[in-house]
């Protein structure tokens, strides 16, 4: 059955899924990169990013995992890119090049309409500004039975998580502090949505745990 | 150097080191025990309760060594007991039945004056009315130059925390959801105060990491 996941979201010691001050030199906030310390050296963050080699074991499965059967991805404005307020022009098409990493439709929580974008390798974006739940319909539409992923950022997988819309969560407890950010979890009572702590393995660079419902 | 430091103190993946409706029949509030799931296999935990055997490893290690050179403990009314409000008798000496596991003086925290409580095996219950300073002054004055360790509760942790006291803090990041309860580091930012995370350790059953200044 096609569920709707986050995947390969790290957090702080303190709670945190991004640093303070996002911008376009800190795309996931000042310190942010500390949380994803377990990915960089994968095999599958590598061959994404268009190197070779990387490391395989347990941080490179749950890198792995969370691509499989995923027809397609929701993102809110942020993640993105760092343009707030309408869009100036048509430049912006996002962080990942002209190929970026999701090969299928994504769309995009905004609040200012814009023509989709048809990038190379199957990714397009579609602008969607009536509410997570419009967009969600669409992009189960467009995933034609297989999984939404939530990419992300924070605000949008607390919104999702807080309408009660998502299946499965993966997080990377990283061993970091950030002592700013935006918090996950902060206020969202995921025993009251039905989750549970379904599976938890260490590796060396994070403690992942995986939460169903 | 003598330090005061916060040990084998449980969080859960949503922040909490202590479940919600804290009693007599749940010390730790509901689903705390979650928490500790870690601990109790543990040599240290089971020879500490009277028990045989026990399981060595990194769990055993961490155990172990949050009573390694501790000299005095300073813990909150609330893990002395359940007991609110003024003393009712002197019926009450804690959860531990008559030889606790401290074997040092305990000085505990309380809006109630109340005469020491002298333990078998080298526990004495000290009852400080006068703030955390006075109890922090008090406790490395009986330690003698060794550690002062604070045992807890939640509150208490976050007191001396908040106040810039405590040098040295071991979580066991635990593989549990609570939902709800106290949560141990929010609003609190530890890289302000100087904390950085120093050492992580996964184990099958929780992430040790430990902060410092």
Redesign the interface.
Known sequence: MSKVKVASFGMS???FSAGPGQSLEHPLGV?GPMLMQWVFPTRTFQQMHGQGGGETGVDDDFAARGFVNVGAWILGRNMFGPIRGPWPDGSWKGWWGDEPPYHVPVFVLTHHAREPIVMKGGTTFHFITDGIEAALTAAKQAAGGRDVRIGGGVHTVRQYLQAGLVDELH?A?S??????GE?L??G?????LG???TE?V???H??H?V?SK
Chains 1, 2 share one sequence.
Not at 175 to 180: F, I, R
């Open positions: 010691i303190d709670g310190g997080l407890l061993p970091a502090l950030l002592g700013q918090a979890l902060a969202i009572d995921l025993t009251a989750f549970t702590c938890h260490p590796s060396s994070a403690m745990v939460l």
